[in-house]
């Protein structure tokens, strides 16, 4: 972990151990409120929500014997701030092999703090389908909601100042696995 010139490490909150228990508690709480699990699919949010929305298939078919779909999502040209990220953004890949249309959809995001992205997943949803329900899994709620957003299922919920950022990591996308808080440092 190494600080960047804004920002400066604080604390590990979840070391990979306790992220998997998180992802585990997830995976039983949708196989529960399913109404035909054979329904579910599960839409991971890039960047990180893809292999969480993976990971959580995978406990959801131990479990259960079930294996859930999952796809991909980019919510690039669907956020309400797109004309202050970039005159030309980059979208990554849009991967849902399956039809939407009467499901009910798992929207799969890292961190839930504004709800704008959210907002913006469930915009991009109803331009390829019309799911029968969506619902919001987290892993991290750290508060601070901009937009009347809830999450169905969080991994834990984690009082944050606006000063903090979470960061969660992950072995497919950053090499390792935690969640990690951090701080913006004061300029010098």
């Known amino acids: 972990m190494v600080d960047t ?15 998997n228990r998180a ?16 329904d579910v699919l599960l839409v991971g949010i890039l960047t990180r929500g893809v292999p969480l929305s993976r990971m959580i298939a995978d ?4 479990n259960s014997g079930v ?25 990554g890949p849009v991967e849902l092999p399956f039809d939407l249309d009467g499901k009910e959809v798992v929207l799969v995001d ?3 703090y504004t709800g704008r992205t959210a907002r913006a997943a469930i915009d991009a949803l109803f331009s390829v389908g019309r ?18 957003i809830r999450p169905d299922y969080v991994g834990k919920n984690v009082p944050t100042s ?27």
């Not at 804004?6 to 151990?17: D, F, N, P, Q």
């Not at 992802?23 to 054979?38: C, G, K, N, Q, W």
């Not at 406990?59 to 131990?62: A, L, P, S």
Request: glycine residues 2%; charged residues 35%.
């Open 110 to 112: 890292d961190v839930l």
């Open 23 to 38: 992802l585990m508690r997830l995976s039983y709480e949708i196989v529960e409120r399913a109404d035909v699990l054979e």
């Open 67 to 91: 294996r859930v779909p999952t796809g991909a999502l980019d919510i690039t040209l669907y956020r309400d701030d797109l004309q202050k990220v970039a005159e030309s953004p980059r979208v």
């Open 59 to 62: 406990n959801i078919e131990k």
């Open 131 to 148: 799911p029968a329900k969506i619902r919001l899994a987290v892993l991290v709620d750290r508060g601070h909601r901009e937009l009347p």
């Open 162 to 188: 606006q000063a903090e950022v979470i960061r969660v990591n992950l072995k497919e996308v950053d090499g390792r696995t935690n969640v990690e808080i951090w701080e913006f440092a004061p300029e010098e």
């Open 5 to 19: 010139p804004c920002l400066k490490y604080k604390v590990t909150l979840l070391e990979e151990a306790a992220l």
